[in-house]
């Protein structure tokens, strides 16, 4: 006997996108069930539509993807986001809401893919550029950990001063400085000196040599 294919729910204002998820779909043994260009059209479908996973994104013209993701996890739908939001608070948001998945709409569709299967055999999923961006969160929550002078230290080198002259500046002998670059490493979790350079250049640089 055929196994019955997995019915996806589609919510997305954009009739392309749609299309191509749709055509994706059906090559990787799914279907559409619903086809919504709006929140509000789903949640008036909503009681009686019989689904087993919704793709949905969070900007519409009409209604709110985030009201949606709580009205499809109350009645236990699995949910991947699909957004062109990738920034912390727009996924901390969803995740609260209900959803089980988060995938950028820039990664290719080898992540949306991995993304349903995860969500489907019920474990969570977040595609590699918005783990990369609750990343973030960890390395901000990490140095507000960090003393007012281990954060005096990341500012210099984020002038690409050397151990010597941040030093200097500080009165601190050599020695002292490599020590709390060290602990700040720690820290950061990061594996030596050459990526907590490159952190606080990429963090600290001062804006007028960018």
């Known amino acids: 006997m055929d196994r019955k294919p997995v019915r996806v729910l589609l919510a997305d204002d954009h009739p392309a996108v749609r299309q ?3 055509l994706l779909l059906a090559h990787n043994g799914m279907e559409v069930g619903v086809d919504a260009a709006s929140a509000e059209a789903v949640l008036a479908r909503l009681p009686s539509v019989e689904i087993d996973l919704a793709i949905v994104d969070l900007s519409f013209e009409h209604g709110d993807g985030f009201r949606l993701i709580a009205a499809l996890h109350a ?4 949910i991947v986001v699909y957004s062109m939001h990738e920034d912390r608070g727009h996924v901390e948001r969803a995740l609260a809401r209900g959803a089980d998945g988060y995938v950028g709409k820039r ?3 080898g992540c949306l ?8 055999g019920g474990r969570s999923y977040v595609s590699p550029r918005i783990a990369r961006a609750l990343d973030e969160v960890s390395d901000a929550a990490a140095v507000s950990r960090c003393s007012e002078r281990e954060i005096e230290i990341l500012q210099l080198l984020g002038k690409g001063e050397g151990n010597s002259a941040i ?13 709390y670059c060290a602990r700040v490493a720690e820290k950061l979790g990061l594996p030596g000196m050459r990526e907590l350079r490159q952190f606080a250049i990429r963090e600290y640089r001062p804006s007028e040599e960018n």
């Open 20 to 22: 191509g998820l749709a």
């Open 167 to 179: 030093a200097e500046t500080l009165g601190l002998s050599v020695r002292t400085v490599e020590t």
């Open 113 to 120: 893919l991995l993304g349903l299967t995860e969500v489907l």
């Open 107 to 109: 990664e290719d569709t």
């Open 75 to 78: 009645r236990s739908i699995p």
